[in-house]
């Protein structure tokens, strides 16, 4: 073994030791069986929320990327229920016609969906346009408008008989987001990336600034009373822009993480929040501010324990949980005030936390005591899972090239391929052995020198497995999502024992995202409690030991 792979080898069996330490100064012993599930972090509705609307019969309708839902909110009592299940009803953005006709995009599909009516069919009027984000109407004559944002650049016309291809306004605007159609026949709306509040000529693409000086404006609508209403989705802010002189007001101070909003006939403003899964009604006239529905987390995915602590990739925001209370605190917020990219997983060492986002193919490295972000590295392919090791290196899982590359160097640039030929893998930890323990959706679970090697299957059969954690005893706890169950493993002598089953586990794979686009995570706490988050509810289970 050469000197370099010792080191890699020694700084796993740190970073082992470390997080097995972490866990409690006396380990718990094995229990004889588990208690029932219990709830630590309430679920909620949506798998983040986006786009908002107003149909025709007075539905509030939000949609939803990662859950590929479409979702109806009582505009009173905030009960929210599935409008237009997944896949069909992935939905960055809605849009309502004049005669009551409502289209939706695809984000990650790359598509925008139509029908005249809740009886009609579903009909794809574009598609092969990835990032299809914000849409509408031109409520005189019925013509449809599409953006492409984050994933393309680009603002659309779309043939709505769905027989002509999609005719180019204009590209490379700076990301044209949640916009509207006024009056007048010009699209109103943000440039996310210039900070600006534009107007564009959908006949020949002149673009006008109406207002600048946001830290990040997501989305904007018109009152009809001379008012824009925007989104500052880092700020934090609603804004209203008065359209004759471009002057901006603060009318309420939010979260950040902000996503859309849509203005009622009554002239209610309802607000999306992706990183709290909440809709907001706000009254421009009174200022009152009421939540319909809201979660503690959004789309938790990647966890980690740590003595009374736990830790929690939330796609839309990294968080901490307190295992003593089950009160829940941000550390980043998606767009807020930190960098943060939509991460999927966490790996964890005695002083870093790395986060893996198959969304921008980053990792990020922050430091645990000043949670400050040390890197952002990008260019990995669909990384799934991040560990970091005590020498400053990072062990990346990749789907695509199903391999674990460690990186290393000057803002990570340094990358070399210490296994490969993985098949489907999910996510990754340190076993107390200073071993990598991977997880393969086809039913394995592997373990891999961390030093490099060839995977060995310690475990096959496996009814597609994701989260997996060691226990202070020194057995491992896998999630099945296709059984929708815990199964304690040992890798001794080979037995398997079920912590529990019947789990909200389990959801279907993103249209458009990876095998395993919301993988549930598992950890084990300081007293030998269980945890494992929920991709079908958003919320966050305990399982006692019972002894």
Known sequence: MSTSLRRVAAAASLAAAGLLAACSTTPPTRPAAWSAPEVLVKPSSFSGVHGLAVDRQGRLLAGTVAGSQMWEVNRQSGEARVFIPAPEGQSDDIAIGPKG???WTGFNQGVLRYRENDKAPIRVLAKGLPGMNSLDF????????????FLGDALWEIDRAGQKPPRLIKKDMG?????EVGPDGWLYGPLWFKHQVVKINPANGDMQVIADGFKIPAAANLDGRGNLWVLDTRGGELVRVELASGRKTVARQLKPSLDNLAIAPDGTIYVSNMADNSVQAFNPATGELRTLTSGAVAVPTGLKADGNRLWVADVFAFREVNLRTGAVSDIFRAWGAGELEYPLAVGMSKTRFALASFATNSVQVIDRATRKTLAMAHGFK????AIPLDDGSV????????SIVRASGEKFANRKTVVSGLQAPVQMVLGPDGQVYVTELGGKLLRVPAAGGTPVAVAQGLNQPEGLTPTPWGTFIVAEVGARRLTEINLADGSRRTVADKLPIGA???AGGPPANSPTGVAVGGDGSVYFSSDTNNGIYRIRPAR
């Open 101 to 103: 006709e409502m289209a």
């Open 138 to 149: 031109d409520k005189r004559n019925g013509k449809l408008y599409a953006s492409q944002v």
């Open 175 to 179: 990301g044209f987001n949640g916009f």
């Open 382 to 385: 669909v990384p799934l899972d």
């Open 395 to 402: 062990l990346v899982l990749e789907l695509i090239t199903g």
């Open 508 to 510: 279907p794979a993103e």
